[in-house]
């Protein structure tokens, strides 16, 4: 099994809840909360929403010192400012090199991005995993599809990040069979996509989980090899599936809203936030990749 953290991608679930528990207060402190004796007492605590994440000004929900800030990233859609200290774009590099493990990528392998690295975040955040990875990073966004495909090949790159419209417009013609793999965001990868990119280009293609709100690309979890739901980095996020009329917490298998509670991140901590996305906890046991984490599927897959 290739892991970019072994120790921690393969810890016992019950080390790993000590670790969340550790978090957990953390991030309490960090919000001005009174602590927590047990990871159980999670769901007696209020929820919080994206009204929550906007304030009334840029930085006003922003938990670190001005000094402490290194990098802003901005969500178009949801009008979300976020923040990020030296720390929190360090736990983004690790949750995207461990990405990078799971699809094969190996030290020194080519890698192109193919979106901008601009205030969105995803491609900053993916060009931060290459160089905690050691990758040879091709941040290629600004050019044209023809553009990329030739640095491609001339690269003999190995791996690419990019859109599912991103790739489907990448020239599928003959100098791209050194591509093995692409990293594509979760949202608006089908089923039936995931097979249109891979006969076109013959590649394999892993879906990463992130949101803006908890660092962008990758920053929440990735696809293995066994395509089985998302890996949650569960060191860095706890995850709750509830029913969204109720706030009830429901059991494993069952599908209801995903709710967050970050454990690591320091400008931006979030408590038990509503993402308003439809997932389901599709195991707790051993993955046959070896990983122990859980694994989330989103949407309504069965």
Known sequence: MATWNRAVETLPREELASLQLKG?????????????????????????????????????????DRRELVELHVDPVMSLAIAATKGDLLQNA??????FAMAGLEKGDAFAVLEPLSLQ??????DQG??????????????????????LAAAHAKGVFASVATL?????????????????????????????????????????????ETGGFASLGHECRVHDGFHVWEDQCLVEIVDPKTGAVLPDGDRGEVVLTT???EAMPLLRYRTGEVGRVVSRERCACGRTSLRLALGSAR
Do not use: I, N
């Open 24 to 64: 957990l207060r953390k991030t309490l402190r960090r919000l001005g909360r009174a602590e927590v004796s047990a990871l159980e007492e999670l769901a007696r605590l209020p929820f919080s929403t994206a009204a929550d994440c906007r304030g009334r000004t840029l930085l006003s929900r922003c938990r670190a």
């Open 168 to 212: 489907l417009r990448l020239p599928s013609a003959t100098g791209l069979q050194s591509l093995k793999t692409a990293l594509v965001p979760a949202a608006g990868l089908t089923e039936g996509l995931r097979r249109e990119l891979e006969t076109r280009f013959g590649f394999a293609v892993f879906a990463a989980y992130g949101r803006a």
């Open 263 to 265: 454990l690591a991140r």
């Open 121 to 126: 975040g995803d491609g900053l955040a993916c």
């Open 130 to 151: 290459c160089r905690k990875a050691g990758l040879f990073c091709l941040p290629a966004g600004d050019l044209a599809p023809v553009a990329q495909a030739e640095l």
């Open 94 to 99: 690790e949750a995207v090199a461990r990405g």
